[in-house]
T-cell receptor
Framework: DSGVTQTPKHLITATGQRVTLRCSPR?????VYWYQQSLDQGLQFLIQ???????AKGNILERFSAQQFPDLHSELNLSSLELGDSALYFCASSEHGHSNQPQHFGDGTRLSIL | DQQVKQNSPSLSVQEGRISILNCDYT??????FLWYKKYPAEGPTFLISISSIKDKNEDGRFTVFLNKSAKHLSLHIVPSQPGDSAVYFC???????????FGTGTSLTVIP
């Protein structure tokens, strides 16, 4: 158990809809990361937050947004969903968000767009 | 662009033998590398890392080798055990801009 909690585990919705994925980091970790894993792809880095502030941005679409709240949990919002957004979305956390710190991953949210 | 590449999607090894998983990278600015292990229906878990100032790091049965001139790293598992059957990802953080790059993974099967 990594200590990182992601909800929901599975989400099925339709094109054009909007969903929110939630992540609670490991106790004591200040930084949260979001990744997307599509079929047969590696993990694509989306965005990183540290103590409520955006720290780094990867290949995140404009239709996607995220935030980290004062209690350090994070939400990833996906809107105007397309079939290609079907993927596993992972959240990870680390203590200080330094690039050489291992990240602790949740078990992911599987998003299926019908 | 795929800055971290794992060209072998799968690998099968007999129990007790050595497993060698390979990873290539394109950006010479990478200065830290990590290996993660992933079981089905779970998130990746950190396995071992190496700084670019070293060429080898060992932790029990796991050893990572780094060849900077070839932009290549490898993970050796000796001896391989059935419980090692998982997908292994190599990863490299890029400190400038804090980007994080992962390979596509190699699925290791250790045959009892």
């Amino acid at each position: 158990d990594s200590g990182v909690t992601q909800t929901p585990k599975h989400l099925i919705t339709a094109t054009g809809q909007r969903v929110t994925l939630r992540c609670s980091p490991r106790s004591g970790d200040l930084s949260v990361y979001w990744y997307q894993q599509s079929l047969d792809q590696g993990l694509q880095f989306l965005i990183q937050y540290y103590n409520g502030e955006e720290r780094a941005k990867g290949n995140i679409l404009e239709r996607f947004s995220a935030q980290q709240f004062p209690d350090l949990h994070s939400e990833l919002n996906l809107s105007s969903l397309e079939l290609g957004d079907s993927a596993l979305y992972f959240c990870a956390s680390s203590e200080h968000g330094h690039s050489n710190q291992p990240q602790h991953f949740g078990d992911g949210t599987r998003l299926s767009i019908l | 662009d795929q800055q971290v590449k794992q060209n072998s999607p799968s690998l099968s090894v007999q129990e007790g033998r050595i497993s060698i998983l390979n990873c290539d990278y394109t950006n010479s600015m990478f200065d830290y590398f990590l290996w993660y292990k992933k079981y089905p229906a779970e998130g990746p878990t950190f396995l071992i890392s190496i700084s670019s100032i070293k060429d080898k790091n060992e932790d029990g049965r796991f050893t990572v080798f780094l060849n900077k001139s070839a932009k290549h790293l490898s993970l050796h598992i000796v001896p391989s055990q059935p419980g090692d059957s998982a997908v292994y990802f190599c990863a490299a953080p890029f400190a400038t801009g804090n980007q994080f790059y992962f390979g596509t993974g190699t699925s290791l099967t250790v045959i009892p």
